[in-house]
C-alpha cells in the first residue's frame, strides 16, 4: 500500500496504518544509514544525530513525488510553472506536514520512531532487554520534554478547539433535524386540513415555511457535511 496516494473513503484498519508506517519508518533509517555510510547492523544499535534527521527530513519533504498525492502534485508543478517558487515551497510544507500527520497520527511520534533504534530492521541481530528499556526511557524522555513545547500546548489547544466545535455542531444537527420533523408534521397537517395556518405561532409557521421552502433539509445537510470527516479530504 502506498500512503502517498489518494484516500477513499473507506476507514484504513489500524494494521494496515500501522504496517504503513513501520515501512516508512524503516526506508527512511535505511536512508539514513546510506547517507552516513552506516551498515544495517550499526544503525540498528545508533541513535540518529539531528543533523542525520535534519538532512533526511529536508531530503524528503523536497522529493515530493515520493509522498504526494497526483492530485496535489499537479497543483505544486502549476505553482513552480507559473514560477511562484515562494507559493509552491510553502503547499509542500503544508501537504508534507499533513502527510505525517496521516501515516503516523503524531508527527513527533514519527521522528523518535526513525531517530531511535526502536523499530529494527528485520535482519538485525536482537537487542538486550537492558538495551530495548533505555531507548523507550529516551523516547518517554524526549515526549515529556515534547509536551512542555509551544507546539505540543498549540495542537492540544487546536485539539480542544476541534472537539468544541464538533459539541457545536452535534448541537446544531440535533435541532436541525428536530425542527425539520416538526416542520413536516405541521405542514402534512395544514396540507391535510386538519391544521389552520394562521394559529400558529410565529415559530411553527416558520417551520412550516422553513420545510416547504427545503431550506431546512438544506440547513441539515450542510450541518451533516461540515461534520463528515471526508468533508475535508487527507489529501497530501
Not at 516508512?24 to 547517507?35: F, P
Amino acid at each position: 500500500m502506498n500512503p502517498s496516494g489518494d484516500h477513499s473513503e473507506q476507514p484504513i484498519p489500524l494494521s494496515v496504518k500501522m504496517e504503513d508506517l513501520l515501512h516508512v519508518v524503516l526506508a527512511k533509517r535505511r536512508e539514513i544509514a546510506a547517507a552516513a555510510g552506516l551498515s544495517h547492523k550499526k544503525l540498528a544499535h545508533d541513535q540518529a544525530t539531528p543533523s542525520q534527521m535534519k538532512d533526511m527530513i529536508n531530503a524528503w519533504c523536497k522529493n515530493v513525488s515520493s509522498w504526494m498525492s497526483t492530485r496535489n502534485l499537479d497543483e505544486y508543478w502549476d505553482l513552480r510553472d507559473q514560477h511562484r517558487n515562494q507559493d509552491a515551497h510553502q503547499f509542500a510544507h503544508r501537504r508534507f506536514t499533513t502527510y505525517c500527520f496521516h501515516i503516523s497520527g503524531c508527527r513527533f511520534l514519527l521522528k523518535k520512531l526513525i531517530e531511535l533504534p526502536i523499530v529494527r530492521f528485520p535482519s538485525s541481530v536482537a537487542q538486550p532487554a537492558s538495551s530495548t528499556t533505555a531507548v523507550v526511557d529516551d523516547l518517554l524522555e524526549a515526549l515529556e520534554h515534547h509536551k512542555k513545547t509551544d507546539e505540543y500546548k498549540k495542537t492540544v489547544n487546536n485539539s480542544k478547539k476541534r472537539m468544541d466545535d464538533q459539541e457545536r455542531t452535534n448541537r446544531k444537527i440535533w435541532w436541525a433535524r428536530a425542527n425539520l420533523e416538526r416542520g413536516r408534521i405541521l405542514a402534512e397537517q395544514h396540507d391535510d386540513g386538519d391544521l389552520d395556518y394562521y394559529a400558529l405561532s410565529y415559530e411553527d409557521q416558520e417551520l412550516v415555511g422553513e420545510h416547504d421552502t427545503r431550506r431546512a433539509e438544506t440547513t441539515l445537510r450542510s450541518l451533516e457535511a461540515a461534520k463528515s470527516p471526508f468533508r475535508h479530504k487527507c489529501r497530501h
